[in-house]
């Protein structure tokens, strides 16, 4: 079988197996075999990558998964430029519950499900086109997942901050329900007498209800925590929106 040399983004080769991890990396292709699924059975999700080059060619990101390498000697494999564009609407594993409710503290259209399998994340992703947000390399490989981004970090605060950094979402802190993710519509204090506590009625004056499952809100004493975890996210959009300034079409 011919040998195709692959040279990969520096960003992307801790994906590689171990005791493969360097580049460029020699493999068997025959000239059907496509761009997308050489890159793949490395196990680098084609969510991670950008450019890709087959010699000289560019080979579109629509493309990847259909165009064979024929006859040639090079397959060039850079990292998703940041921020990557995408039309706002996230989804998450099953594993990451906690980074669900800070993006929702940031009013980021995020929809998660506790007890979601794989197949039923896959196939949501694709019916509502939502970047689908995981570690597992395998779920994000699926054809059927239309954008998504491998997370590497163990801890939700580095989470979120690799989200903002590659995503550079808009963001509307305080508008959305930390517990379903949907929007939250102010309401007045006499509305929701009957639900929070007196102490609480005398105390604050902005209440919100949330129109999916009817929680009620108000900007509580204890929101310091939060307010500090909407700050660093603003800061963080900020620099990232004008970090790196490539970026790509969406679609
Ligand atoms: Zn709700």
New binding site residues.
């Given amino acids: 079988m011919p040998r195709l040399a692959v040279d990969i983004d520096p960003e992307l080769t801790f994906l590689l197996p171990r005791g493969r991890r360097r580049s460029p990396l020699e493999v068997d292709a025959g000239a059907t075999d496509t761009a997308g699924h050489i890159v793949q059975s490395l196990g680098i999700p084609l969510t991670e990558v950008g450019e890709l080059r087959l010699d000289d060619r560019l080979i579109p990101r629509a493309e990847q998964r259909r165009a064979p390498i024929g006859s040639a000697a090079l397959l060039a494999v850079h990292r998703r430029p940041r921020p990557q564009p995408h039309a706002g609407r996230f989804l998450l594993d099953v594993h990451l519950a906690a980074l669900a409710r800070r993006m929702r503290l940031l009013g980021i259209d995020t929809a998660y499900e506790p007890d979601a399998d794989d197949g039923r994340l896959a196939d949501w992703a694709a019916r509502e086109q939502r970047v689908l947000l995981t570690r597992d390399v395998a779920l994000l490989s699926r054809a059927v997942v239309p954008d998504g981004a491998l997370l590497v970090h163990d801890d939700v605060a580095d989470q979120l901050d690799d989200v903002l950094d590659r995503f550079a979402p808009a963001l509307a802190p305080w508008t959305r ?1 930390l ?2 993710g ?1 929007a939250l519509g102010a309401v007045a204090a006499e509305d929701v007498a009957s639900e929070v506590e007196p102490g609480t009625l005398r105390t604050y004056r902005d209440f919100a209800r ?1 129109t ?2 009817g ?1 009620v809100y108000w900007r509580g004493a204890h929101s310091r925590r939060l307010e500090g975890i909407v700050e660093h996210a603003r800061d963080r959009v900020r620099r990232s929106s004008t970090a790196e300034g490539g970026g790509e079409a969406l679609g």
């Fill in positions: 329900c517990v379903c949907e949330c999916g499952c929680r």
